[in-house]
């Protein structure tokens, strides 16, 4: 049987794709395969070609199948020491190029923690396949880490939840499975697909198997409202407008240019999520930075003055929109979204639903063929986000010119997280790093520093804030050969140190830095200003990072030291070494205002939730 993988994989190879070794006779179109063969050509189809995980006893045989079509060079498996690490890696390859890749691990413990890693592609709108190893469909006993109950498909209702799940309980089902799997990665708002492959479906034999039923990548044509009244009422709206406010999320990327020339057309503010940075330039004047919970003073301010709302390619999530409450004085929202349901989300709304880039173009010319003019109102409204932003500005500046604060815990001068956030980020722009940011303080210090140019400088996973993301996410700069710079909490790294063996099994090239104050700040902050008292969010260890990163060979473990200056020289040390550094940076924790970015929105969470969910009732959206 080997033998004729061998000889479909090299004329595969030689031809370029399994449609073209077809044609030139170099294979047949029916061919004898096991299901593990189908789904391996099924996703070469699909042009899925780079796979990562940890493989079990759930899933040797489709693992036999990958090694020969690696050696022949169609596919490349990264094997890793952590399944979570495995989804993480995948989702940032989708996030940084839109390539759908694959995670395949072992029934049980294995499928579980990816299961949990898929979450972050789930609220990301990433792709990727997940193919797990499954229980045997003879029912012979239970299976070894199979789910311990006597109820059929476990596997599949559990994978269900976060996105759409096939089990391939019958062999000749794979060309389905693969269809679904196709459309659920591949459209805008894509979510993960799990391949559930029992352990005794995978070897199975599909004799004379029609290699072109084997579906192709779905190719998504965007789509554009056709309706002219939903335009008609965007404009009037407009119309009557004094104060405009623009909010973007990811959705809204590739689309730079189009919201530009809408908001200075109408004299609009635009603010980001706080994953949809360097859509427009920081440094253009109408753009207020990052709105919600943990936005910036100017974003929230052109949010919560605004009459009337533009949003663009956006789920309206808690920290995005502090949970419904940020509209403070908004009359209409206009609401571009290729999803349905949260291009309806607000009430009084009015939904345009499509490509976002397209139906953006179409608004634009409706726009200039209504010869709407800006007025005084509009002006005024500019001035004001004008002020607003200069006092953005010397907010940052005065953290940033006093970069150091007397810490308990260190028992000496550290730097503060803005100071040493900001000096990590201008050596990364400088050096072109892509920057990947990791859940808690250090996100959401680091979304209100950066001040991007461009699209992909950094990437924030907010959806789900996962922590450990970010150092997984650094595997992903070796298979690209684009460096990037990894900014963890303590407690963000420790959730993924396996990353400083993986890294340099495939060749990362990139810096993590960890920036450590002993505890999970953003959480202890949460604590003090809801209850005034610090719980279980702190301890009493320390670690030496440096010593840890120096034990694996091949990684250069740096100490960042106490000042920036000693923090650039670490970075310019590490970025010599070609390969992974680890710069461990001791970091100020404490109520001093100058050592974090303040909190400007609201947020349904603790025991704020009554007063909040008030206000969203009282506003009605």
């Not at 070894?144 to 994978?159: A, H, N, R, V």
């Not at 808690?440 to 996973?461: H, L, M, S």
């Not at 604590?527 to 034990?551: F, I, L, R, W």
Request: net charge negative; hydrophobic share 40%.
């Amino acid at each position: 049987m080997n033998n004729n993988i061998h000889k479909r994989a090299q004329s595969i190879a030689n031809k370029g794709s399994i449609e073209m070794a077809i044609a030139a006779g170099a294979i047949e179109q029916y061919q004898t395969v096991t299901v593990s063969e189908a789904i391996v050509l099924g996703l070469l189809r699909q042009r899925v070609t780079k796979f990562f995980g940890i493989f079990g006893h759930g899933s040797t045989d489709i693992a036999e199948v990958l090694r020969i079509y690696e050696e022949h060079g169609l596919v490349k498996m990264y094997n890793v020491r952590h399944e979570t690490a495995a989804a993480h890696a995948a989702t940032a390859l989708g996030l940084l190029t839109g390539e759908v890749a694959a995670v395949v691990t072992s029934i049980g413990p294995g499928a579980l923690h990816a299961f949990a890693g898929s979450l972050a592609s789930a609220s990301n709108g990433v792709g990727v396949y997940h193919i797990y190893g499954d229980e045997t469909t003879h029912d012979e006993g239970f299976n070894m880490q199979q789910i311990p109950k006597d109820e059929q498909g476990l596997f599949l209702k559990l994978c269900s939840v976060l996105g759409n799940a096939y089990a391939l309980y019958e062999p000749w089902s794979v060309t389905a499975a693969l269809k679904r799997g196709a459309v659920t990665t591949g459209l805008p708002f894509a979510q993960p697909f799990f391949l559930l492959a029992p352990m005794n479906v995978q070897p199975a034999v599909l004799h004379n198997f029609n290699l072109l039923q084997l579906p192709t990548a779905y190719q998504h044509a965007p789509c554009e409202c056709s309706d002219a009244s939903v335009f008609r009422k965007a404009i009037d709206a407009v119309s009557q407008a004094q104060r405009i406010t623009i909010k973007i999320g990811n959705g809204a990327r590739g689309c730079g240019k189009e919201i530009l020339e809408l908001a200075e057309t109408l004299g609009a503010a635009i603010v980001s999520g706080p994953s949809s940075t360097g859509i427009v330039p920081y440094s253009h004047p109408q753009y207020m930075s990052v709105g919600g919970s943990k936005g910036s003073l100017c974003g929230n301010y052109a949010m919560n003055e605004a009459d009337l709302v533009i949003v663009i390619g956006a789920r309206a999530v808690c920290q995005w929109d502090c949970s419904g409450t940020a509209w403070k004085k908004a009359q209409t929202i206009i609401n571009f979204n290729t999803n349905p349901y949260h291009a309806f989300h607000y009430n009084k709304c009015i939904s345009i639903v499509g490509d976002a880039q397209l139906n953006l173009r179409k608004f634009i010319d409706y726009l200039k063929n209504s010869k709407i003019k800006m007025g005084d109102s509009s002006l005024q409204w500019l001035a004001a986000l004008q002020e607003k932003k200069a006092q953005w500005q010397s907010f940052k500046k005065l953290r940033f010119d006093n970069p150091t604060l007397y810490d308990d815990v260190w028992k000496r001068e550290v730097l503060t997280q803005p100071a040493a956030i900001k000096t990590v980020c201008d050596f990364a722009d400088k050096h072109n790093y892509i920057k990947v940011f990791d859940a808690g303080d250090v996100q959401a210090n680091g979304f209100q520093i950066i001040e991007d140019e461009n699209e992909k400088q950094t990437i924030t996973e907010t959806g789900a804030s996962y922590m450990g993301f970010a150092s997984s996410s650094v595997l992903v700069s070796g298979i690209l050969n684009k460096p990037m710079i990894a900014f963890c909490g303590d407690g963000s790294f420790m959730m993924n140190p396996q990353i400083l063996i993986d890294g340099v099994q495939h060749n990362a090239q990139g810096i993590i830095v960890i920036f450590d104050n002993r505890r999970m700040s953003a959480i202890t902050g949460l604590q003090y200003a809801q209850y005034g008292n610090e719980y279980k969010t702190s301890d009493s260890v320390e670690v030496d990072y440096v010593a840890m990163a120096n034990s694996v060979k091949g990684v250069q473990g740096l100490s960042g030291g106490y000042s920036r200056q000693e923090l650039e020289n670490a970075l310019q040390q590490a970025q010599s070494s070609m390969g992974l550094s680890v710069i461990h940076v001791p970091v100020y924790y404490g109520q001093n205002e100058l050592g974090g970015m303040g909190v400007f929105g609201d947020w349904n969470v603790g025991n704020w939730c009554t007063r909040v969910q008030e206000e969203y009732h009282r506003l009605g959206w």
